[in-house]
């Protein structure tokens, strides 16, 4: 919800909780005006009456405006969060979060002495895909992997978009050997999982890139290192998931 709407939608509460207002202390000087007759006893009960109904009345309708307040405002922060910090095809952590969220996890492991892995996943043959069957599956794809990367991991490591078809994922308090144990068994989940695309069952795979990120290493750098795995587990035939060497120098 943008912030017109808000103001349009506060605009008009304000206007009808002061038009009820602007009606009952109308309605009430028209009955003490009837009332006039009446002993003057009669008068103040009347008078009363209409007291307590002008505050009881004030009292709702504030409760009311109150409570859409509340929701109209906690709704625009939800959605200005979701914006900042999440990928609005994947509803994972788009990339500037998951390398806010990366730094975080690196001082953490710091300071605790538990290891840190981090991996890069990229969708295989996500171009021809998306030639084949249109942009429109192919962000069917980019969703699927998202909710399967997701589903295979611990409620503690992070998932972000890093870019087009590519994921980062961060493994907390893992060494490199539990995080191929972990991310092979995200590779398996999306091999296994088809897409119906109208008759047909479409089953992609990811290629990933592992490493283990030292205490005193710049994140940049371990990006770097899954990524020199990815390329290696795409030239070893894709559908795999390859450890960053410490020899390994490029690509070629």
Not at 14 to 38: E, G, M, Q
Not at 42 to 49: F, V
Not at 92 to 109: A, D
Not at 148 to 161: E, F, P, T, W
Request: with cysteine.
């Amino acid at each position: 919800m943008n912030p017109q709407i808000i103001s349009f939608s506060l605009t008009k509460n304000i206007n009808k909780f002061f038009t009820l207002n602007t009606f009952v202390v109308i309605s009430a000087f028209i009955l003490l005006f009837l009332l006039t007759d009446y002993e003057r006893k009669e008068l103040l009960i009347a008078i009363s009456l209409i007291s307590t109904g002008i505050i009881v009345t004030n009292f709702y309708m504030t409760k009311r405006m109150r409570k859409s307040l509340d929701k109209l405002i906690r709704h625009s922060f939800e959605k200005v969060e979701s914006q900042l910090y999440f990928d609005e095809l994947t509803s994972v952590y788009n990339r500037k979060t998951g390398m806010n969220r990366l730094h975080e996890e690196l001082t953490r492991s710091k300071r605790t002495g538990k290891p840190l892995s981090i991996g890069i996943l990229d969708i295989d043959d996500f171009k021809k895909i998306n030639d084949k069957y249109g942009h429109l599956v192919g962000d069917r794809v980019l969703n699927h992997v998202a909710i399967q990367i997701k589903n295979s991991l611990r409620g503690c490591d992070v998932v972000a978009r890093y870019g087009g078809e590519e994921f980062l994922i961060i493994l907390t308090e893992t060494d490199e050997i539990h995080a191929i144990s972990a991310l092979e068994r995200v590779r398996s989940q999306i091999a296994k999982k088809a897409i119906k695309v109208g008759n047909e069952r479409l089953y992609v795979t990811v290629s990933i890139g592992v490493t283990e990120i030292g205490f005193d290493e710049d994140p940049v750098e371990s990006i770097h290192k899954a990524d020199l795995a990815l390329y290696k587990a795409k030239r070893n035939g894709k559908n795999k998931v390859e450890l960053f060497l410490k020899y390994t120098k490029n690509r070629n």
